[in-house]
Nanobody, 127 residues
Framework: QAQLVESGGGSVQAGGSLRLVCEAS????????VGWFRQAQGKEREGVAS???????AYADSVEGRFTISKDNAKNTLYLQMNSLEPEDTAMYYC?????????????????????WGQGTQVFVSS
């Protein structure tokens, strides 16, 4: 059975860094789109970043230049390096896997394009 498990969340002060990890089992990431989403309390879920094996990747404007998405196909693991964190980055972060490539018009893609989801890892950034 396909499963995604996120880790690496936690509490950090503004300006700090965290590295989120998403490990997949039951299927392989490659070659399709995998991504990170987040949902803050009282807000809609938003795409943060996505990447596929064709080299297509995209970031939300709010994280561009601060976050870096990467994946290790051999380990079937997805990463999100988050630097210069801001209180506005506080949210539950989810990884997700799509059955298509990341051709979402330069955006990380909407949630309905992703078939499998992890349970999430909480990130809290204090000011």
């Amino acid at each position: 059975q396909a499963q995604l498990v996120e880790s690496g969340g936690g509490s950090v002060q503004a300006g700090g860094s965290l590295r989120l990890v998403c490990e997949a089992s039951g299927y392989t990431f490659s070659p399709y789109c995998v991504g990170w989403f987040r949902q803050a309390q009282g807000k809609e879920r938003e795409g943060v970043a996505s990447i596929d094996s064709l080299g297509i990747f995209a970031y939300a404007d709010s994280v561009e230049g601060r976050f870096t998405i990467s994946k290790d196909n051999a380990k079937n693991t997805l990463y999100l390096q988050m630097n210069s964190l801001e209180p506005e980055d506080t949210a539950m972060y989810y990884c997700a896997w799509s059955r298509r490539f990341c051709n979402f018009g330069g955006t990380p893609g909407a949630g309905h394009n992703f078939a499998y989801w992890g349970q999430g890892t909480q990130v809290f950034v204090s000011s």
